[in-house]
């Protein structure tokens, strides 16, 4: 079964950092691509950032890049968030996610669509 | 960034009515487009992959369509069950974005 349990989560001053992990098991945690999605309180939901499965290629959302910063280790079946700079408007419940493959006419299909994401961890920016 | 219009933003129904969402992209995006249930304080669960395929283990009353820009979300026969906030998603090009959701409700 797969499993997905972010961590680090907590209250942080603005301007603060932070950082979010998420332990991954249940499957070959090597064999995908990651992403980071939050949702601010009674809002929808917003794509972060996407990790490559050898950690090779990162793409973020252009209001976080260079404030964070996906990384993983697949010996530790881990994906972590560091966020710094943070801001009021970074309040939100923050969730990885295991992105979808498919396999179409016998080609496997590699996509940034989130498929199994974890119980989320709740990061409040105030002072 | 690809803006991905979602409507109706709320709807009403009852138990055994047909629910129909659409979610419109700003350009074409093939079918790079999924859909996702979301029920309060629980994660977000992936129903529609490539805009049409069923993702395992989600009832056939769920069904998606669309190709281009124009995509839609049906249900055919509401379930006590299925009263949540539907997402789509479009994975056309970085970075995805989410339509911004429709709470459905009981009436």
């Known amino acids: 079964e797969v499993q997905l349990v972010e961590s680090g989560g907590g209250l942080v001053q603005p301007g603060g950092s932070l950082r979010l992990s998420c332990a991954a098991s249940g499957f070959t945690f090597s064999g995908y691509c990651m992403s980071w999605v939050r949702q601010a309180p009674g809002r929808g939901l917003e794509w972060l950032a996407n990790i490559k499965q050898d950690g090779s290629e990162k793409y973020y959302l252009d209001s976080v890049k260079g404030r964070f910063t996906i990384s993983r280790d697949n010996a530790k079946n881990s994906l972590y968030l560091q966020m710094k700079s943070l801001r009021a408007e970074d309040t939100a419940v923050y969730y990885c996610?295991?992105?979808?493959?498919?396999?179409?006419?016998?080609?496997?299909?590699?996509?940034?669509?989130?498929?199994?994401w974890g119980q989320g961890t709740l990061v409040t920016v105030s002072s | 960034a690809i803006q991905m219009t979602q409507s109706p933003s709320s709807l009403s129904a009852s138990v055994g009515d047909r629910v129909t969402i659409t979610c419109r992209a700003s350009?074409?995006?093939?079918?790079?487009l999924g859909w996702y249930q979301q029920k309060p304080g629980n994660a977000p669960k992936l129903l529609i992959y490539a805009a049409s395929s069923l993702q395992s283990g989600v009832p056939s009353r769920f069904s998606g369509s669309g190709s281009g820009t124009d995509f839609t979300l049906t249900i055919s026969s509401l379930q006590p069950e299925d009263f949540a906030t539907y997402y789509c998603l479009q994975h056309y090009n970085y970075p995805p974005t989410f339509g911004q959701g429709t709470k459905v409700e009981i009436k």
């Open positions: 996610a295991r992105d979808l493959v498919t396999i179409v006419r016998g080609v496997i299909i590699t996509t940034i669509q989130p498929e199994y």
């Open positions: 350009q074409g995006i093939r079918n790079d």
